[in-house]
Every structure is written in C-alpha cells, then in structure tokens.
C-alpha cells in the first residue's frame, strides 16, 4: 500500500492491466493515443490493384505508413489520395483536421509545379518549418491547421518512412504520454 506500481508516461499493456486488476484499481487516468490522418498526394499515383499507366506509380506510401503507425499502436484513419489540386488538398485537409488529433501526408512538398501541400498548410494554418537535414528526408513540411499538427512527408517511399520513424513517431509518443 502506498508504493507506485507504475510510474506516469508507462504504457499499459496487458501486463500491466492485469497488475491495476490486481490491485483493484478500474480507473486509471491516461493518455489518449492520438488518432493519425493518412493521406498521401499526386496526380501520378494509382491505386494498389491498378495497373499504372505511363507516367504513373503505385500509391504505396499511404498503406506502408498506416502499416508502421498500426504497428507502433498509433490508430490511423485512411483519408485516400488528393489529386494535385490546391482545392482538393484543401478539402482532405480540412476533412482530416475535423476528424483526426495529427494529419501526416505524403507527397507534394518539395520544389515542383504541383508540390502544393506547404502552400495548402499555410493557408489553412501554420507553415512552421520546411526541410530539414538528415538524408533521407530533407523535404518535411511541419506546421499546424486548428492546432492540429500537420506532417507533410517527402513522397519517396524510403524517405517517408525514414521521416515517419525519426520525426513523426516522437511526436506522437510525446502526445500520448511518452516522456
């Protein structure tokens, strides 16, 4: 009696459920994990099942990083592809920043044309910071739309993922209660 089970930022598992029932303790207060919009962006991307066309490219990034923040236990939501349209990113955006704690997309921020999600994020809300210095992953957009943050990752796959683990998933553990 008295002494800590557990101290605050541990993660419960199942082990660690079973020690609270133990102890008959049936409310705990935690951290809630953060729910992880996924969206990835390009005119050149085709579904998984869809043979590409010339000039096209298997959207696999969008189901490699659901895939790896599932695998993390960070519940995420699929909110598809936006083709390269200020309008339709801005509209995935915003339907992302409704429903989910952190939106991480990929694709569409380095130095194109039709790179548009840095131009898409500031409008809607805060372009904090562009790029950053590891390799690879250089191009990262970060900032923030009704307080939500906002990843924008770089669409190659590698670079992604690279980004998602490095960046990203600090984040996200610090949000649900990491330390």
């Avoid at 959207?59 to 909110?79: E, K, Q, T």
Wanted: with cysteine; glycine share 10%.
């Amino acid at each position: 009696s008295g002494e800590t089970a557990f101290s605050a930022g541990s993660p419960i598992r199942a082990a660690e459920i079973g020690l609270l029932a133990s102890l008959g303790l049936t409310r705990v207060s935690v951290h809630r994990q953060p729910l992880v919009a996924v969206i990835s962006s390009g005119d050149e991307l085709v579904p998984p099942d869809q043979e590409p066309g010339p000039g096209q490219i298997r959207d696999s990034n969008r189901f490699a990083l659901a895939a790896h923040l599932n695998a993390l236990g960070f519940p995420c939501r699929d909110f598809g592809n936006a083709p390269d349209r200020a309008e339709a990113i801005e509209a995935l955006f915003r339907r992302a920043a409704d429903e989910c704690d952190v939106l991480v997309s990929t694709g569409g921020v380095s130095v194109g044309d039709y790179d548009l999600t840095k131009t898409v994020l500031a409008r809607l809300g805060t372009m904090e910071f562009w790029r950053v210095a590891i390799r690879p992953g250089k191009p990262l957009a970060f900032g923030s739309i009704n307080g939500r943050p906002v990843f924008g990752l770089p669409g190659n796959p590698v670079s992604s993922l690279v980004v998602l683990d490095q960046v990203v998933r600090p984040a996200l553990r610090r949000m649900a209660g990491h330390r």
